[in-house]
């Protein structure tokens, strides 16, 4: 029995046009693993605890642990988000160093989930099934990339314990 290839395996167009609407006037989280903490703080000249009470907070998970996750601000943009003089203008404080969750986009298990799952997220963004051809081996990469540096968590209980 053949394992039937997922929709992307031909490769997805995807370029970044900068637009900003992953970035701002959505709620949604923005988990980070160790890397992304170390990458952000050197960026930022901060030690992990200065990082975490300056820019993170703890999300509640199924299992019983919280999750590392960047606040956002007030109106939902990302905490790193610097408005520029116009108002279509901006851009991430943080770019070169943001967390990988940022830098994979729309390269995401849940985005790829299916075709569908896919066009539903394109709708919002501009760049997808435009610009760049990505191949099915780049976003396999992508997907294993994010499988491979776990989010920070905190509280979970062990098997066991009482």
Sequence with gaps: MSEKSPFYAHGLKFSCTRCSVCWRHD???????KKDA???GKALNMGYRELTETYCRWIPSTNG????SLREKSNFDCVFWRQ???ETDGCCSVYESRPLQ?????????VLDSKNSWNTT?????????????SGES???????????????????KRGDS
């Design 122 to 134: 394109a709708r919002a963004c501009p760049g997808m099934n435009q610009g760049t051809l990505h």
């Design 27 to 33: 709620a949604g989280f923005v988990f980070l693993s």
């Design 102 to 110: 940022c830098r994979a986009f729309p390269f995401w298990d849940s």
């Design 65 to 68: 642990s919280s999750q590392l």
């Design 38 to 40: 170390s990458l952000l």
């Design 139 to 157: 976003i396999k990469k992508w997907l294993a990339m994010s499988q491979n540096e776990p989010i920070i968590s905190r509280g979970m209980k």
């Design 84 to 86: 520029a003089e116009k």
